[in-house]
């Protein structure tokens, strides 16, 4: 049924990466242009939009765009447009799950047809699709309190203090990374050896089998 809001919405492919709704106009603007680049191009570019995935570093993203923008010759606003089509692309089939074959005929409708650019996608979709369910899982626990993302550690050993000489005990020190909502902790804390064994003991009940 065409949106009466706009009523070219009917003319754009439906897709299983948008519940079977007509594709975005961004989007589909956005993968028209990557289809005019050439093949060299749309190679470079894939690769750079895999880091974006795998690191999302956004300052070093902004400077690899400029370098691939400055070296293939593509306008930034051009560039910047594709890279969101095709995160957002990826990112929509990996939150609906979606199995590959479905994915790849998304692609296909919106390339009418075979092209070197739905197969460069394409092929990078299932190990992204993993990358990506991580981090959306990290963000669904982290709207409703503290996620551990990490930790390190260090061995210290307890000689003596003021309460008690010759204690001479290993003394574990754990740091907690936690991210809470848009926010980034680090907790501190020290481990003695019944704590060091009491944690050993949870963490097996969840690498068994």
């Given at each position: 049924?065409?949106?009466?809001?706009?009523?070219?919405?009917?003319?754009?492919p439906?897709?299983?990466?948008?519940q079977?709704?007509?594709?975005?106009?961004?989007?589909?603007?956005?993968w028209?242009?990557?289809?005019?680049w050439?093949?060299?191009?749309?190679q470079?570019?894939?690769?750079?939009?895999?880091?974006?995935v795998?690191?999302?570093?956004e300052?070093?993203?902004?400077?690899?765009?400029?370098?691939?923008?400055?070296?293939?010759?593509?306008?930034?606003?051009?560039?910047?447009?594709?890279?969101r089509?095709?995160?957002?692309?990826?990112?929509?089939?990996?939150?609906l799950?979606?199995?590959?074959?479905?994915f790849?005929?998304?692609l296909?409708?919106?390339?009418?047809?075979?092209?070197?650019?739905m197969?460069?996608?394409g092929?990078?979709?299932?190990?992204?699709?993993?990358?990506?369910?991580?981090g959306?899982?990290?963000?669904a626990l982290?709207?409703?309190g503290?996620?551990?993302?990490?930790?390190?550690?260090?061995?210290?050993?307890?000689e003596?203090?003021?309460?008690?000489?010759?204690?001479?005990a290993p003394?574990?020190?754990?740091t907690l990374?936690?991210?809470?909502?848009?926010?980034?902790?680090?907790?501190?804390?020290?481990?003695?050896?019944?704590?060091?064994?009491?944690?050993?003991?949870?963490?097996?009940r969840f690498?068994q089998?």
């Amino acid at each position: 049924m065409t949106d009466p809001q706009n009523p070219a919405s009917d003319d754009r492919p439906r897709l299983a990466s948008f519940q079977g709704e007509p594709v975005p106009e961004a989007v589909a603007t956005g993968w028209a242009e990557f289809l005019t680049w050439g093949p060299s191009t749309q190679q470079v570019f894939v690769e750079l939009l895999v880091s974006t995935v795998v690191e999302r570093d956004e300052a070093a993203l902004g400077q690899a765009l400029e370098r691939f923008c400055e070296a293939n010759g593509i306008q930034g606003a051009a560039a910047l447009s594709v890279l969101r089509t095709c995160q957002g692309l990826l990112r929509q089939g990996a939150a609906l799950d979606l199995e590959p074959e479905d994915f790849m005929e998304d692609l296909r409708k919106l390339s009418a047809g075979e092209s070197g650019a739905m197969r460069l996608v394409g092929t990078r979709y299932v190990p992204l699709k993993r990358r990506i369910r991580e981090g959306l899982l990290a963000q669904a626990l982290a709207d409703h309190g503290q996620v551990l993302t990490g930790l390190s550690w260090r061995v210290d050993r307890l000689e003596g203090s003021d309460r008690a000489v010759g204690l001479n005990a290993p003394v574990v020190w754990l740091t907690l990374e936690v991210q809470e909502g848009e926010e980034s902790r680090r907790h501190s804390m020290q481990l003695t050896p019944d704590a060091i064994q009491a944690l050993r003991n949870f963490t097996a009940r969840f690498s068994q089998g």
